[in-house]
């Protein structure tokens, strides 16, 4: 699991709390006592996977110390719906001035997490990893990708220096200078960091014995079909990892990993989340 | 059309590219020469409404002052997909280091632009408008409510700051007070600013008399049914504004808007969005 | 009383004490010795109305976690000159260090909530309240409107987010425009988001049954002899709130209020502040 | 004229734009067409000095680098009510966003020098400057330096770091230890950068001896009366400047001044600002 | 050559501006009119590699948009000493505000990049590359690798993020779980992102064919003897790339590289540099 | 010994832990279970003087509150090499990702302290004290000005604001305007504040009777022979401070102390550092 940069959750949480909380609650400052206590439970309506309850927890303590958050499962943990995953107490007036913010952050993280579960349990009994992609929220890409890992996806690149990955514009480009795929893998490698590995996609299979030739970490089989794909892994077989990428559903995600292919990429993890519904239940207002 | 405040549209660009680019870009810095120049077009594969060119265009600046975007529509306008919505031309690799990002802004907002736009045309023909709620991508509020506007949606409180919305838990907790609804309500107009609205959640029909009574500018109708709903907004016409609120969707926000309701808040614009597909095609580069 | 956003007074105390610290105190750090304790009280020299205890405490906490500062007082106590409001003990050497910043603070704050206690009490006996404007110290808004507060004054609008304010120019603009104050108004209601209110500038009564006839929530009157706002706030009465603004001064606070306007709006309470005497005087060095 | 760092002075400005404006401007947003031009004068009402016109300029040009704000003074020129300081011109809207942040600015600066400018003509004659202090406004101070600059002041410190001043505490702290003001003094001296000036504060003629035995560079005399202010005056003649501190107003101002003192520093300058009156008068909207 | 993401080299110029300039320059406001126009050059006053001026010139840029910094080498040129590699014309009083921050930045990335052409140049004709650590100056990390690029050298992981590097710690704490170096190997295989590779340092040739059974991409050799590291390279060849660290000299590079290892990385390139001496000479004043 | 303002603390920690950890440390987190704890020393390889171990320990404490950093010495103290310095014990995990960054504060600060420490050792029984300059790593000013205190050195001007320091530059062009060394001391006098003292470089004997006759503070001899240098001390006694400046080594800095200076600025304390070589050593690990 991902350990969060504390410098970065900060800087992701005082974005989110500014931009709800920096003019004050008037509500709450209006009409709650400062002395009221509360305790409330977080308690998802729907089945899934949960995620983000560290960020959650965050989110109270940058609001008022003395609230207590306490989880009762930890990032990762299925659920079914209707029970508790974590519990918060204090100042009723703190709670409710950090309540939608911490909801923002779970809701997202876990239906992130729930979402990428379920392609990975369609691929279950298989050899392939489910991966994310950079397609992620701007600002938060590093709860995005904390997110797949609580659902059991993989991480893909970070970011664009952590990994060099030939694709289709850089390579038209060169050839446009008169250079060869194989010319494109060698040049990478000899400039590129030696500590990264070097991924070149390719459209059709004509392309992979170049990709093979210029030495190719990892290939991207992208857009093909599923003959084509089966294809590609046979010639890459025991030479470099392969990636498909592109038009992955749930419908689709077993035949592709059934081609034998190590990763699938899946874009809507992060870039189409559907927000698990979470809801704060006040335990001690209720009468 | 909402206008984005200059410095909080940097510190969301800049957060964006930092997580992005802060380490270089080692494949482009690999092979990409700096003479090399293209062109590049921004293309959705789909129907929807286009949002997000500005902040397009200023992380192409961000990136590289040279790189010229020049939008061919503006946020807001129908595209129907295979049209151009923006071009964009200057250094092939400072195009290559901004491109995910910049696609990245361009798939969310479009995305909620379209989803609005959707309930929009739902409701047309009655004076119901949508508005948005406070369910946004944690640190992007600016720009989810930004796109809201350009799918002819409205927006709803920006912040805790800019209007009185009392919830179910607030009147929990002073019930246990002693207060009733009216009283609740009388204190918050005391003490909040003149200068904002009240907004008072009710969840059935028997909370309508005192917050009218109170002096409530918006009522919500939460969670109720079509009928009740038809009943409370009988109840309040000329008195106040009614709000629906919970569980709105495509197939029922068109009956919601029959009962006559001033506005539908849907969280879903914000929290579960779909991204729109836009492809970067560069003209130049192919052969 | 408004609560202060965490990450807003954390910004503003940074900055206050970046400005004065960062280069080191190299007179303290010359000559006191770490072991030497003290202990410290912060006494007004006047009467007056204290402000910005928590803000003084946060300073103390920023430069050294281990000093304590207790308040005696709470914000918005009325002060004779002579008592302690707060102590302050520990480390004479961080005591030195945040002293001035903490002073600064307290001074224009407590200054703020003195000339509003003023204002106040002029007007009591009135339904009038007393409200403060955006006219702050750049960089000090949350702190000299929660100033505004603890003298007992009401906020106005934080920001030009959370209310339509149409003034003169804007008005002026739109007639160029073809535009009446009717059309004018209306068209802010549809813009406009639903949950704020609209209030309208007008220099004579003749503009105010437009103003009225667009469904103005509050009608600004500004520059106005007594008797036009006399004549003012009665076109008004139990049709929109109405608010006095322009030249008002200690002096002729009370008879504005008693033409029966709604609110009071005075700049000076924040752009023209006399910071009060407090010293922080040292209990233990003394001899 | 200290030249303003421009990285102070972008945050001082961000700081006060983001508290005004970054939930957007609701009324401008929704009335104001993008394509209405306009110019504006900004026209003090009363007679003072002028500052704080670049700090303005930067306002304009962060809301909207197309703006142009055209300055016909400069800081520190006298002005006497009626007569355009500066012309602002470019997009109604972004002119409207950014009015009031630009005119707080230069209101409180040119407060500053006005007042400064009292002080300043009180002691015209005389060899005495008048000082600022750093009771300045919480993250304003680069900003009210430069106006008592504007004004023909001169600063004192700008902070701990860029000069030793041993006052009462830091004294009575180190005699508690057993040392004597030449100790103090020497330590000071034996301890600081050689390049910072050490000044002591003395609160009877007595302690001059010491202070000018152990070296000190400047004696401040803390609320001295006239003769006794004298009479340090001719104990430090020729050994090293002397500064008067303390309840200076400007009827008392002069006389200090002619005891021969080299400096009076004076607080309220910074601490107790009466904003100057300036308007932003549209030329283009009057019919 | 690595390009610097605008948004880090922002910040860390503003850093070291703001360290240097946040309180004025009290020597050029005093002194130097405004009008005063000069031009300097940037003479490197001995033999070595360039660097840094991109920063230099983003440096001037900040302080004064006006400043012209014209560059007549680029990164990585070879310079004897004497020559103009830059040339600074504009305002007299902007070039001696930013000098030092700009001189500050060239000279210890001049000297980066001197000491790794060293190195390199020690190592020509073998097939083995210099490459540098994680042992940079704090804040500083993006420039000093980009020094090391203009000098010819590779970089090694930017951080912690991008490449897996299993040292003897994290071994003996999971050899005291009970875990051998295969299986600790294959774990993070398991767990860490496909797109790293994988290294692992081995003190002793007995470690290595465990390290190649678990599949690692990259072996560092650590304080081996010249025999031993011969010996693990045979032993690692066409199976993984190999790395030479600890105690690497310029006396003993060339033996060390004279091994056959692919990468040899240099710790005091960046955490021992010796600036390079450049100076800025004053064309047009001098007389 | 300088107090680090921790608010510069803060930003420096920051973003060394930034650059080195903001993606992750994918070791550590594929590898290092979260219950293992070790405890870990930092031990010198070699003889200096220790500096860093505050900055150290906010290190760890900013990446895991948990860890406890206990240092055995404090800054200043001198190492033999071999003895622990200080002890961290905690998470395995959570100090592996803190040890690199820890390690390169403390290395490069005790490698400047280590430095001045043999520069002042050079000079003893001596009056003349070794000072620092501007010439530190950009954005570490503070830190390398305290290492250099840790060394018993003295510090120079911190910056541009808290002295003037008159160079060559300015005279030429002020000279070239028609003015003489005298006018340019007297003009810095009258504008500068008067808490600065004013220092003036001098290149030959021939300057120094108008650089005292103008006022100066001190005088730097700039670049000057040893029997020039003894000269220009003899022609300040008693009327000025002097400082020596340019090409100081070890070998000559005893014979230039021997003039009778009083300061002597060594800009490679701060721009050509050798890291002192730091082990962290883990207690636990070992079997």
Redesign the interface.
Known sequence: ????????LE???????????????????????AH?E?SASFIPRTHGVIAGLDVAKAVFA???KSVRFTPRLIDGDVVEGGETVAMVTGS??SI??AE??A???M??MS?IASMTAEFVAEVEGTDT?I?DT?????????LDKAAVVAGRG??????????????D??I??????GLGLQQ?IR??R????????I?VEVESLDEIPAALDGGAD?IMLDNMSIAEMRAGVEMCRDKC?T?ASGNVSLESVREIAETGV??ISV??LT?????MDIGLD?DE???
Do not use: C, W, Y
């Open positions: 699991m991902p350990n969060l940069d504390p410098i970065e800087r992701i949480v005082d974005a989110a709390l500014t931009e709800d909380l920096s003019g004050g609650d008037v509500t709450t400052d209006s009409l709650i006592p009221i509360a940058r609001v008022d009723l007036a409710l001035r939608r913010v909801l923002n952050f809701q997202r239906g990893v991966v950079r397609k992620t929220a701007p600002g938060m890409r590093a993989r991480n893909h690149r970070r970011n664009l220096s952590d990994g060099v990955l030939i694709k514009n850089h038209a480009a060169l050839q446009a200078e494109i040049r990478a000899a400039q590129a960091p030696h500590t990264v590995k991924e990892i990892l990636e190590d990763m874009g809507a870039h189409s989340v559907i927000a006040f207002l209720e009468q």
